[in-house]
């Protein structure tokens, strides 16, 4: 993998051994690695240097994962996280997205898949569809608008904070109108990667974009689901 200039990554584990590995593998793949033990580590990190992802993992001493991702989006701080989870951890890892973590992964886990996921996430957080040239203009529904060069959601004048996960769902869900989306194609083209079995990201980022713009999530006006299939945007004043 190929950067124009070098991601900084930082990963924070208690697993000395883990940290070593995943330095290693990320840096051979062109990243700045950083690691930490835990969230004082990370704090000083961030109070040091430019960070552009963070690897944390759900199990730590003191300060778990989620108190340290609950705090940093509290304070503002939208760096994109990936969280590390054990597999039997289902309920911890649909709370750290609702969060507002961009993706998790399951241990064990091939560090190769973990570098397939910092790609995607990296990707959504830059992403540019013409080379060189930010993306401009803005998508007006109902009160809201979101703005493609800031890539920031108004409901009229007042902001509505979204993960780098939410904003690239959103998009796609706005550039499709009136066209049911699979979960898969949503997963494609928001995440960069195919739709995993009984991986319920998808739909927990969903439920929290119906949060932030629906009168009624659960009789969802603009976010609708088409059984069987996925989800669809519906404009203003249709069915």
Same mark, same amino acid.
């Given at each position: 993998?190929?950067? #124009?200039? @070098?991601?900084?990554? +930082? ?27 835990? !969230? ?26 989620? @108190? ?98 939410? *904003? ?10 009136? /066209?049911?989306? @699979? ?5 494609? /083209?928001?995440?960069?990667? !195919? *739709?995993?079995?009984?991986?319920? @990201?998808?739909?927990? #980022? ?16 603009? +976010?609708?689901?088409?059984? !069987?299939?996925? *989800? ?5 004043? /249709?069915?």
């Amino acid at each position: 993998m190929s950067n #124009q200039r @070098s991601n900084r990554i +930082i990963v924070v584990d208690d697993d000395p051994k883990l940290r070593e590995l995943l330095r290693r593998h990320l840096s051979e793949s062109g990243f700045e690695v950083l690691v930490a033990p835990d !969230g004082l580590a990370l704090d000083r990190l961030m109070l040091r240097d430019r960070v552009d992802l963070i690897v944390l993992d759900l199990m730590l001493p003191a300060e778990d994962g989620l @108190s340290i991702l609950r705090r940093l989006r509290g304070a503002g701080d939208k760096t994109p996280i990936i969280m590390l989870t054990a597999r039997s951890e289902d309920i911890d890892r649909i709370i750290g997205l609702e969060l507002g973590a961009d993706d998790y992964l399951g241990k064990p886990f091939n560090p190769r898949e973990l570098l397939a996921r910092i790609a995607a996430v990296l990707r959504r957080r830059a992403a540019e569809p013409i080379a060189g040239a930010p993306e401009s203009g803005n998508i007006r529904f109902g009160p809201f608008t979101l703005d493609l060069a800031s890539r920031k959601l108004h409901r009229d004048e007042v902001e509505i904070a979204l993960t780098t996960g939410e *904003y690239s769902l959103l998009k796609v869900l706005l550039r499709h109108p009136n /066209q049911p989306m @699979s979960r898969d194609k949503l997963m494609s /083209q928001a995440r960069g990667r !195919g *739709y995993e079995a009984f991986d319920r @990201s998808l739909d927990v #980022q969903v439920s929290r974009l119906r949060r932030l713009l629906e009168t009624d999530p659960a009789h969802p006006r603009w +976010i609708q689901t088409v059984w !069987g299939v996925g *989800y669809v945007f519906v404009p203003d004043g /249709q069915e």
